[in-house]
């Protein structure tokens, strides 16, 4: 099985039976500013996440519910677009409330499982410009911004720049 246990959160594959919790997430307009917008209905959420389950099935996409220890869903983080040097990370939404340690948990998982269960020397992902409380969050971790256009900073993370960080915040992992 698909998991990621942390100190006091876990990664989890998403179920059907999720569509309720992830569209109101995506759909809190506050949260969302930064991400693709996503239709206010059920049944294509269920829809989504039916055709997601065979991409995940494939190989090919992981969209994980961030959790905690007694299964409180606690937010959302996606890896997809898998490059055969790289993995990207993104969709990352942690609901209002949630542990102040979920931020960091949560990306430390989601690099466990990038690199260590899924062998990946590289991650990327995207950054919307405007996004500054992410943008600083990804720099404290030692991403590296490699390009940008309009909208968007690009970055790039290693293997390497992962496991000084794991040594650094090993007090968030198990
Ligand atoms: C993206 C998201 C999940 C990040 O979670 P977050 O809780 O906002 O993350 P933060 O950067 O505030 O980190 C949480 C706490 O950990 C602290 N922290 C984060 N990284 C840290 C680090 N490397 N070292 C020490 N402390 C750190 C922060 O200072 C913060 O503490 P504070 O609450 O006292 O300020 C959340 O902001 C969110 O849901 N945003 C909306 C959607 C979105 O923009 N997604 C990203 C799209 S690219």
């Not at 759909?27 to 206010?40: A, C, G, Y």
């Not at 911004?145 to 496991?163: S, V």
Request: charged share 20%; aromatic share 14%.
């Amino acid at each position: 099985m698909i998991k990621q246990t942390g100190k006091s959160i876990n990664l989890r594959l998403a179920a059907l039976s999720d569509a309720e919790f992830i569209l109101a997430l995506r759909t809190q307009t506050d949260k969302t500013r930064h991400l693709n917008p996503v239709e206010n209905n059920l049944k294509n959420q269920q829809q989504w996440l039916k055709a997601y389950q065979l991409r995940q099935q494939a190989g090919l996409e992981y969209y994980f519910i961030i959790e905690s220890q007694q299964h409180e869903p606690l937010g959302l983080v996606r890896v997809y677009d898998l490059q055969p040097e790289s993995f990207c990370w993104g969709s990352w939404l942690i609901k209002d409330g949630a542990p102040q340690t979920t931020a960091i948990q949560s990306a430390l998982l989601i690099y466990e499982f990038g690199f260590q269960q899924l062998g990946y020397k590289k991650a990327h992902f995207d950054v919307r410009k405007a996004n500054q409380r992410v943008i600083a969050f990804h720099q404290r971790f030692g991403a590296r911004i490699i390009g940008e256009d309009a909208l968007n900073y690009y970055f790039n993370y290693t293997y390497e720049d992962y496991l000084t960080i794991k040594q650094k915040y090993r007090r968030f992992l198990n």
